[in-house]
């Protein structure tokens, strides 16, 4: 999918500038639906297009293409939002296996919103796999719009910037290191949370009873 998202975009530098900016937003909020459309695509090449003066000259057009990605994965991840609030659960599970919310992946991003709180919506979204998903089981937990919005687009903005930072003074070739880092930023992820889970297991269940024990 990865590749295909990437040949097209590269088709894509011969359109009008606001073709291609629709584009790139519609692309961006598709993939805060969990639909799998790659950031790692998307955001280096919107900023190797910046970089071109596709959308203006200099900085002028970096700041309209971040607008232009931020403002699709704001939208994407409030249609996200609200089909996990209104909907719940069961229907999240009902239709998400069509774009690949399986129950356990839901699950996963469900425990770890009930254990770290809206934090855990910034580092999601700088997570490959993860900042896809985690807008779901936010609406079902019924986080407050507002507070969520701004979690969202604060870690929208980091992603968002760094990306496409990397495209506009690299190139389109940093696709393939983005999506390693982002999967190295997942088992980083993953291991502090086996470690904290650990750590809790053990102050709960042994070192407790080994203490009451011994007095």
């Known amino acids: 999918m990865g590749h295909l998202v990437h040949s097209l975009f590269q088709h894509l530098q011969a359109w009008p500038a606001p073709l291609a900016l629709l584009v790139i937003a519609g692309g961006m909020m598709l993939e805060s639906m969990c639909v799998p459309v ?8 919107a900023g190797w297009w910046a970089a071109q003066g596709k959308f203006g000259p200099g900085s002028q057009g970096f700041v309209v293409a971040f607008a232009a990605v931020t403002a699709g994965c704001l ?4 249609i996200a939002y609200a089909i996990g609030y209104y909907g719940g659960k069961p229907l999240v599970e009902r239709f998400g296996k069509y774009i690949l919310v399986t129950p356990h992946r839901l699950n996963t991003a469900h425990g770890w919103i009930e254990r770290y709180g809206s934090g855990a919506i910034i580092i999601g979204r700088m997570v490959f796999a993860v900042r896809a998903l985690i807008s779901f089981p936010v609406g079902i937990l019924q986080m407050g719009y507002r507070r969520f919005l701004g979690f969202t687009l604060v870690g929208c903005t980091l992603w968002n910037l760094f990306a496409m930072f990397l495209g506009f003074r690299f190139g389109d070739r940093v696709e393939g290191i983005l999506h390693r880092m982002s999967l190295g930023m997942f088992a980083l992820v993953a291991l502090v949370v086996l470690v904290t889970g650990g750590y809790y297991f053990w102050k709960t269940h042994v070192s407790v ?4 024990k011994a007095g």
């Open 209 to 212: 009873p080994a203490v009451a």
């Open 38 to 45: 790659p950031s790692e695509a998307i955001l280096p090449l």
């Open 75 to 78: 939208i994407g991840s409030s």
